[in-house]
RNA sequence: GCCCGAGUGGCGGAAUGGUAGACGCAGGGGACUCAAAAUCCCCCGCCGCAAGGUGUGCCGGUUCGAGUCCGGCCUCGGGUACCA
């Protein structure tokens, strides 16, 4: 009986459907349709095990469909704008576009073979000029809607390379080429107004049944709606300007607990006290030697300086608090300043102890008489506590009660109002880069900031630009920038940041319905194809790029370019576990890791070893040469890691398709763990894998 | 730090609060065969010759009974707004 062959088996049926042109979308309005889409990938060069595993589940899922008679949309492009391009360029002398291009060849020349039931003829680049431009025409029409503003917001910056840093790019408060310890600084930038939506985006959430339950509860965390109380401190011999401190508190209820009052070192009143004191505007200044990422601040030792000014309490004018400045305090959550009640904080906690500041208790636990003393007693509010210092009353309540007293007492006497706050800051989009998405506005002396006319789109990126200085090639460049107003006509710059890449997969999903139109979307194919029915991947996106995608939907409809049915653009959502395969490393002298690719592995006695490199004359290693092979060194074994080309762990899908077929690759992703899981990669799983298609088609053959 | 997950044999994993390890992979033994492939049967958490003991990351609690519920931890993974 013939066995299965692979090579012979998977290009024959390939090309028949690709002849038949089977996967081929039309809108036929008499049909059901159904959408099945993957995350498109980023063209890094190579596809991996996790696109793999990605693009077979959607397979899967459109096939099915496909059998139960549905019209099926299953499209693919590239996420093909960032950052990797630009250092290619930097690194390789690549024009970032060339990089980009030749990446997408390679990886589709991988993936065709796959067997995908993809309608190849959709795909576009999000660096394609007629996708950029048609991007562009969104930005303006977004701007004209009132959904874009422009403000100040702070980036890490390379005093060295005089260049903006990604948080990715800053390491241990350092930029990664100069070494030099960044700081932050403040620059005038785009921003698309999602803010205006947090209310919106977190009520919409309620409504998608076919999501992950973990995927909505970090949106809503994110989106992070709070009920709190504002009012401002009377600040004693203040400078001018600031005779009143503005606080935003979630827990009001500990008002008669506060000890001292804080501010960011970013915070205005800050900026203004270090003007005339040296030893704080030192102390700010390292403060800013920090990077921007919430990360890098919330975990940065807790430091404090007594600016010596002091602030009376509300509740008792002859009650003054010490303002302090503090590096925990972030400038973009509530207004920049708080009050500290070390009893229930226990940030604030550990800073009072630091400092020797008071500590008062304002509730105890129920039935205890425990007071604080090193860890801060904070139950969430929907616990009852044992209220035994506060202005609203003393007793058993639930925090939330507390919370509700305190704000009505504040509102009653006058000094402060209940305020409703959300986390969710408005979306930056300005980059200081050169391969994104240039931003179609110009700058005129006279007219100010002007939007570019809708038929001079696309601005396309200028050719020819060179990576040999850091910083935006946009902004180096002889002409590129130079332009005319269109309102005015005189000369004019054009806008040199470009949009981040987010932007550009906030709305593929809606282009794919009609990739080839010269407006963004026509409205006839979106109400058709639009939502996308089964959305799939990775939950490292479950966060921001899902929730911009929502507001850009949202955003699209008003602008006429979504019907209202699509504003949640994903029905259902999937989230995969990544493809995970073991690190093989050994150490050199100084004990820095070194990895090693897992084919230069070899087991003996369940120790793994490195195998010996050495070889004879004739090229053969000389471990195979009889007698016991030479081993060199024992190999630490780091299990279930993500694959990544800087740790050698990277199983490439070429060599398993070459060895067992796409459809034994296809089969160990899908079958060896539950698809939301982890699976690692092993050996012996794709042997497995082959041996059960080797059976099926045994079976086949006996039938048929 | 904060938000969200995960943790059960060699491996992937099952188990409405009721016999932990279904099913599968890998492995071991056997049958068939001249031999192999294929197929079929048996064994397979750990300790123990056995009887038996023990066992779902750790500590504690609720319960007649906990992998499952509650409290407190630990480890690993994802996100943390300029990686995509």
Redesign the pocket.
Known sequence: MA?YNARVAEPKWQKVWDQAGLFKAERDDSRAKYYVLEMF??PSGRIHMGHVRNYTMGDVVARYKKAQGFNILHPMGW??????AENAAMEQKVHPGKWTYANIDAMRAQMKPLGLSLDWSREFATCDPEYYGQQQALFLDFLQAGLVTRKA?V??WDPVDMT???????IDGKGWRSGAPVERRE?T?WFFR?SDYSEELLAAIDGLKDWP???R??QS??I?KSRGLQFSFAVKNAPTGFAALEVYTTRPDTLMGASFAAISPDHPLARELERSNPALAAFNADCRRVG????A???AEKRGFDTGLKVVHPLDPNWELPVWVANFVLM??GTGAIFGSAAHD??DLDFAHKYGLQVIDCFLPVGSDERVDSTAYSPPKTDPVNYVHTHFGTGKMIGNEGVDLAIAHAERAGYGTGVTKY???????????YWGCPIPVVHCDACGVVPENKANLPIRLPEDVTFDRPGNPLDHHPTWAKTTCPNCGKLARRETDTM???VD?SWYFARFTAPKATTPTVMEDAAYWMNVDQYIG????????LLYSRFFARAMEKTGHLPKTAIEPFKALFTQ??VTHEIYQTRDESGRPIFHLPEDIVWKDEIAYVRDRLLDMSGNPLSDMGGEPLYSMKVEVIP???MSKSKKNVVDPDDIIEQYGADTARWFVM????PE????W?A??A??AW??L??VW?IAEEIL
Request: cysteine-free.
């Open positions: 066995r990938p980023y996420d093909a704008f960032g950052m990797p917001a980036v890490n903006v840093l990604a948080n990715e790019q800053v620059l930038q999602i339950e973990k995927v509860i970090m965390n994110w992070g921007t990422s919430e990360e601040l919330e975990t973009d959550y226990q940030r986390r969710l800051r408005d979306w930056g989009v300005s980059r200081q880069r981040d890449t987010f997969s990775g939950v490292e996106h479950a966060i921001l790029h576990g990544m279930s890691a993500k079958s060896y763990s539950p899981r982890v699976v690692e092993t012996a799983g042997v497995g041996y059960h080797q059976r045994r």
